[in-house]
């Protein structure tokens, strides 16, 4: 039910959504998710407690044994991976992202603390890199693991197609570069 879920809050938005559309697109009655979940608000911190966990597991085998810079690298990749390989799951979660701050408040809270979780481990990741020397002691750690969350999301959300897999692709490398390299116009 809730892979269902997902692909229809993918599709038409959190609003647009019904909870007997979701019942009926797993393949159950119109009714089961309000038996099962209660409300919208219940199904969909559901679906969120499922990706979360997901996540966890999905990143932390990503970066197991990584450290520093390469843990970044490694952390981003899996992200970029995860829209590919989960592009509904993902389509999702961006939904949830866009309609917590315009339209469906109540999500706020739980996404913030969401973000809060990945920024954190690229904030470790980066503070990693800074004492294995591989980047200055002087860059803002939280300032460029909010950086690379933007990033993320923004190049998900911006882009389509070709251009989409060219710049997810080339993206790991693009952030650990710009990370690395101090210019006289920002040091």
């Not at 339209?103 to 603390?113: C, I, K, V």
């Not at 979780?117 to 990741?125: L, P, Q």
């Not at 389509?160 to 692709?169: C, Y």
Request: with cysteine; glycine share 8%.
């Amino acid at each position: 039910m809730l892979r269902a879920a997902a692909s229809l809050f993918s599709r038409q938005g959190i609003r647009a959504t019904t909870l007997a559309e979701i019942g009926v697109e797993a393949g159950y009655s119109s009714g089961l998710p309000v038996v099962r979940f209660g409300s919208k608000l219940g199904l969909i911190n559901a679906l969120i407690d499922s990706m979360e966990e997901w996540c966890k597991t999905h990143y932390a085998a990503a970066t197991a044994g990584r450290r520093g810079l390469d843990a970044v690298k490694a952390r981003i990749e899996a992200m970029i991976a995860s829209t590919r390989t989960l592009p509904e799951g993902s389509g999702a979660f961006q939904t949830f992202f866009v309609e917590a701050r315009y339209g469906f408040p109540e999500l706020q809270q739980r996404l913030s603390t969401f973000g809060r979780d990945w920024r954190n481990s690229f904030r470790d990741d980066l503070l990693e890199a800074q004492r294995l020397g591989e980047i200055s002691e002087d860059i803002d750690c939280d300032a460029y693991a909010e950086l690379i969350i933007f990033t993320i999301r923004g190049a998900y959300i911006d882009r389509f197609g070709r251009n989409l897999e060219e710049l997810q692709r080339r993206l790991p490398r693009l952030i650990c570069d710009m990370i690395t390299q101090k210019t006289k116009a920002y040091a």
